[in-house]
Each structure stands twice: as C-alpha cells, then as structure tokens.
C-alpha cells in the first residue's frame, strides 16, 4: 500500500502546503487503492475518477499560483450516497433510485468543493439508511475490513469501511440514529455527530427529518475536527441550521492531546492533569446488562485514562434512556413515511407501470414502489403510516413524542451535573453477515446507545478505545450538551492521546496488498 495512504488527513495537508506532494499524487493514490480493493469490501457504489482528478489538479494550479487554501485543500473526501451530487449518481443504496442525477450539489457538498476537496466517490450504505449493518444495501453489503465475514455497522458502512480500509483519509456520513457513530465504533474509526444544526442538511435525502444530521468519519479526532470546520456553518437553505460560529475544533483538539502528551503514557502526576476540573458521567443504563464482555472491559480501561488525566468520574442515571429505543422506532418510520412519499414513480428515478389491469397514477406508484424498496424500507413504511394513522396518532406517536421530551430533560439534568457524559458506542463488537437479519429487534438494539443523541439533538463522538476479547474494535461514545461540540472534541483529544497509539494502525487493511 502506497504509504501516503496511511497518514491522517492533517499530515497529508500539511506535506500538501509544505509542497512535498500534490493533490493529484495524493488523489491517484487513494483511487488505485479504491479500485484495487472495492471488489472486497463493497464501500463504494460510485468512483468519479475524471472528477476527482480534476478538482486535484485545480487545487494543485491554485496552490501553485500562490492563491489562499483551505486546511484540507487537496486531501481526497469521499460522501454518502444520500448526498446529493450534480451530475453524479445519488442512488440512497436503493434500486427506486438507480440511475438518477441530481440537478444540484448538497450544501455539504458545495462546501467540500470549494475547500478544494477532491469527491472521490459515494460510499455504500443501507437502503436511505435504515439499517445498523449495511446488509440492507440493493447494491450488496459492504464488508467490515477488520474481518470481511463481518458487518461494518449501519447505515453508514460504506464510510466507515472506506476510511478503515484506508480508500480514503476523510469520508461523509449521515447520522439519524447512530449511523456514523455505530459504524465507526465496529470499524476502528472515529465519527461525529454535531449538534442538530451545526451542519446543514440541505440536499441530504431526508430520512426523519427531525433526527437525521450530517457529520465527518475519520481516522482520528483531530481530522473529525478539521472536517467539521469544513462542513459546518449557517445556511440559509436549511430552516434548522443555526446561525452561530464555528469553533476552531482542530486546535481545540491540538491542544488537548499536547496536554495530556500525546504518545505517551498516561500523565500520573498532580502536575500534569489537562482534564483538572473537568466532570465526566458515566450513563448507568448504557454500560450494563446486554453489553459484551470485552466491550465494558475496554470502556472500563478507557475511563480510567480520562480519570489519569485528572478527570472527575461520577456515574450518572437517565432513566428515560430505557424507553428512547422504543420511542425512536416510532418517530423515525413515522417521518420517513412521509420522506419517502415522494418516491412515486413519477419525479424521481425508477418508473414501473402494472402488466395487468389499468394504468393509472396509483397502480404505477404501487408497482414503482414495490419493484423499487427493500424488504426494510417497505416494513418501516409500513409502520410509520399506521403509527400516524388515524385513531393510532396518540397512542403511538404522541406517546413517543413524550418520551423523547423526557430524553431531553435527562440530558439536561444530567448536564447540570457533569460536562459530558461517556458509555461504550454499541453493546456488541461487529457481528457476522446475516446473524441478525431475521431478527429486526436485535438489529434495532445495536443503536440503544447511540439514539438518545439524536432525540435530544446533542452532539455525540465515537473513538475507538481498544480491543475486544475477540480481536475487534471497541468504540468509546462522549455525549456532550447542544452547541457543545468544542466540549466533545476537547475531551475525546485528550482521551485518543492518553490511549496512545490510534487503533486503525492494527486493522489488517493496513497490511493488505492491493493485487491480493
């Protein structure tokens, strides 16, 4: 594997700026990569090769004209498939989809463009992202690259998995339940959900409206950060965006990993704790029964290290966590229900007219949709038009909708106690292809740590923290109040420090070679 691939987003920007390589080598490397090993690992469904290339040679031009660049100009991005991207394919995964090009950019994506980002490609994930495994993809699983007989989480696999088979330094994922914090979890990568708002969702194919958030996957914190200043920002196209600065993550990150010394041992000393005064909670109902082994081991281990750099370390209960499972397979299918009328046959994509019997606007959107979704899309449809139905409504929905303003208020009490909270990402390490496709409920449960994020709209980080009994990664979750991203990034710097060496460099991906 060309070496350049192994270094994280920010060293590759800085020998970019340094002038040691170019963007098009940088972008060259990552697409024989891509092609050498996609056949494997199924991350991607699109690789733009002309397009990226060319955006590599125009960063490179401006470079060399002396003109301003952005931190990350030059480094090789890639998005998920439920971005849209003008001109280029934006499939969500799903066959109803297939072969449609979008007339616009996704603000995200009109910001990578214009911070000299070469899009590499669009990642796999599952259909419009329903899933925690990437098995519901039309378009084939995507492969976890720590062991291919196993999942890479979900919906946002296909990041994840790009960014630990080291296809690419720097991806996009969507996150609606845990679909970027999951996946980096399984994956050995780090991943970020911001603040509902911080991040526009303007041209993200809309799950649950009021849940789904866009957010960087990485291999380190400090790259997550970078990225995030990238992506982040008002916007005026999206209603929810919030009309607030963004924080400059990077250093904020930079500053805790120098103090707390990064690649070295866990400060021990009273004189060298960066974490001094700092209150950490750990979520009594997301670290219990139901959890692995070796998961809680390693979380257990990784809350020492925040307690060595001088941490505070006090449980914290939020009993409303127990039902926001619950809650979120309501409200979710119920938006989605609506999201996904659109897709009808007649606007966007596949059109399939009846063979028997009339054709009309309604047998034409009945065999659109039927040709066109999965068995999870259907099921999820399904659900959330009859939990919106009449005589159901209050049962179902309003009832969920007051458990996720409990959620809130645990959040917010638990916040009057400590700055962040802290549990494991995902009870499980990745399980095997097809263990839990039968079983929907066991499929669902992989995220019950990850929704309560989303309910209240705080912002969440997964990074690995070691591990397992069974060789996999382990991701370590930090929780932080609404706006309190910076809050979120300082401690997971400090913690990837004083964990020393980043897990992906054990991933196996990193010994693959590409004519194996």
Same mark, same amino acid.
């Given at each position: 594997? !060309?070496?350049?691939?192994?270094?994280?987003?920010?060293?590759?920007?800085?020998?970019?700026?340094?002038?040691?390589?170019?963007?098009?080598?940088?972008?060259?490397?990552?697409? &024989?990569?891509?092609?050498?090993?996609?056949?494997?690992?199924?991350?991607?469904?699109?690789?733009?090769?002309?397009?990226?290339?060319?955006?590599?040679?125009?960063?490179?031009?401006?470079?060399?004209?002396? &003109?301003?660049?952005?931190?990350?100009?030059?480094?090789?991005?890639?998005?998920?498939?439920?971005?849209?991207?003008?001109?280029?394919?934006?499939?969500?995964?799903?066959?109803?989809?297939?072969?449609?090009?979008?007339?616009?950019?996704?603000?995200?994506?009109?910001?990578?463009? &214009?911070?000299?980002?070469?899009?590499?490609?669009?990642?796999?994930?599952?259909?419009?992202?329903?899933?925690?495994?990437?098995?519901?993809?039309?378009?084939?699983?995507?492969?976890? *690259?720590?062991?291919?007989?196993? $999942? *890479?989480?979900?919906?946002?696999?296909?990041?994840?998995?790009?960014?630990?088979?080291?296809?690419?330094?720097?991806?996009?994922?969507?996150?609606?339940?845990?679909?970027?914090?999951? *996946?980096?979890?399984?994956?050995?990568?780090?991943?970020?959900?911001?603040?509902?708002?911080?991040?526009?969702?303007?041209?993200?194919?809309?799950?649950?409206?009021?849940?789904?958030? $866009?957010?960087?996957?990485?291999?380190?914190?400090?790259?997550?950060?970078?990225?995030?200043?990238?992506?982040?920002?008002?916007?005026?196209?999206?209603?929810?965006?919030?009309?607030?600065?963004?924080?400059?993550?990077?250093?904020?990150?930079?500053?805790?990993?120098?103090?707390?010394?990064?690649?070295?041992?866990?400060?021990?000393?009273? &004189?060298?704790?960066?974490?001094?005064?700092?209150?950490?909670?750990?979520?009594?109902?997301?670290?219990?029964?139901?959890?692995?082994?070796?998961?809680?081991?390693?979380?257990?281990?990784?809350?020492?290290?925040?307690?060595?750099?001088?941490?505070?370390?006090?449980?914290?209960?939020?009993?409303?966590?127990?039902?926001?499972?619950?809650?979120?397979?309501? $409200?979710?299918?119920?938006?989605?229900?609506?999201?996904?009328?659109?897709?009808?046959?007649?606007?966007?994509?596949?059109?399939?007219?009846?063979?028997?019997?009339?054709?009309?606007?309604?047998?034409?959107?009945?065999?659109?949709?039927?040709?066109?979704?999965?068995?999870?899309?259907?099921?999820?449809?399904?659900?959330?038009?009859?939990?919106?139905?009449?005589?159901?409504?209050?049962?179902?929905?309003?009832?969920?909708?007051?458990?996720?303003?409990?959620?809130?208020?645990?959040?917010?009490?638990?916040?009057?106690?400590?700055?962040?909270?802290?549990?494991?990402?995902?009870?499980?390490?990745?399980?095997?292809?097809?263990?839990?496709?039968?079983?929907?409920?066991?499929?669902?449960?992989?995220?019950?740590?990850?929704?309560?994020? !989303?309910?209240?709209?705080?912002?969440?980080?997964?990074?690995?923290?070691?591990?397992?009994?069974?060789?996999?990664?382990?991701?370590?979750?930090?929780?932080?109040?609404?706006?309190?991203?910076?809050?979120?990034?300082?401690?997971?710097?400090?913690?990837?420090?004083?964990?020393?060496?980043?897990?992906?460099?054990?991933?196996?991906?990193?010994?693959?070679?590409? !004519?194996?």
């Amino acid at each position: 594997m !060309n070496e350049l691939l192994t270094k994280s987003a920010l060293e590759l920007a800085d020998m970019l700026a340094a002038g040691q390589i170019t963007s098009v080598e940088l972008t060259q490397a990552c697409l &024989e990569r891509i092609h050498a090993v996609n056949e494997r690992v199924n991350a991607f469904l699109y690789v733009d090769d002309a397009g990226a290339l060319a955006a590599a040679r125009d960063v490179d031009a401006r470079r060399a004209a002396g &003109e301003p660049l952005g931190r990350l100009a030059g480094v090789p991005v890639a998005v998920k498939d439920n971005m849209v991207t003008q001109g280029k394919p934006t499939t969500c995964a799903s066959k109803i989809l297939e072969g449609w090009l979008p007339p616009y950019d996704a603000t995200v994506v009109t910001r990578l463009r &214009e911070a000299g980002m070469p899009i590499v490609g669009k990642t796999n994930m599952d259909e419009f992202a329903m899933g925690s495994s990437t098995e519901h993809s039309a378009f084939g699983p995507t492969r976890n *690259p720590w062991d291919l007989g196993r $999942i *890479p989480g979900g919906s946002g696999g296909g990041s994840a998995a790009a960014v630990g088979a080291y296809m690419v330094p720097l991806a996009l994922g969507s996150d609606t339940g845990g679909s970027i914090r999951q *996946p980096a979890a399984v994956t050995g990568t780090v991943g970020v959900k911001p603040t509902y708002g911080a991040v526009s969702r303007y041209g993200l194919v809309a799950m649950a409206s009021s849940l789904d958030q $866009i957010g960087p996957v990485a291999r380190t914190v400090a790259d997550a950060a970078a990225l995030q200043e990238v992506i982040g920002g008002y916007d005026p196209y999206d209603s929810t965006s919030l009309n607030e600065p963004v924080p400059s993550f990077e250093r904020i990150v930079s500053d805790a990993a120098s103090a707390a010394g990064r690649g070295t041992d866990a400060p021990s000393s009273s &004189e060298n704790t960066p974490l001094a005064g700092v209150r950490i909670g750990v979520v009594k109902e997301l670290s219990g029964e139901g959890y692995q082994a070796g998961v809680l081991a390693s979380f257990r281990c990784a809350v020492d290290v925040l307690r060595a750099l001088g941490a505070e370390v006090v449980e914290v209960s939020c009993p409303s966590f127990d039902y926001a499972l619950a809650a979120y397979y309501l $409200i979710m299918p119920a938006e989605a229900s609506s999201n996904l009328a659109r897709f009808d046959g007649m606007r966007y994509g596949m059109r399939v007219e009846p063979t028997e019997g009339p054709v009309t606007a309604e047998t034409v959107m009945a065999a659109t949709r039927e040709a066109g979704f999965g068995d999870e899309v259907k099921r999820r449809i399904i659900l959330g038009t009859h939990v919106l139905s009449a005589g159901y409504y209050d049962a179902y929905y309003g009832s969920a909708q007051k458990v996720r303003t409990l959620v809130q208020r645990d959040f917010a009490q638990a916040f009057a106690q400590v700055d962040v909270l802290v549990s494991p990402t995902a009870p499980t390490t990745a399980f095997a292809f097809g263990e839990k496709m039968d079983d929907p409920m066991a499929m669902y449960l992989n995220d019950i740590a990850t929704i309560p994020a !989303n309910l209240a709209g705080v912002p969440g980080l997964s990074l690995p923290s070691g591990l397992a009994e069974d060789g996999l990664p382990v991701g370590f979750q930090v929780l932080a109040p609404a706006q309190g991203d910076d809050v979120m990034y300082r401690i997971a710097g400090a913690l990837e420090a004083g964990l020393g060496t980043p897990l992906a460099a054990s991933s196996p991906a990193a010994q693959w070679e590409e !004519n194996a």
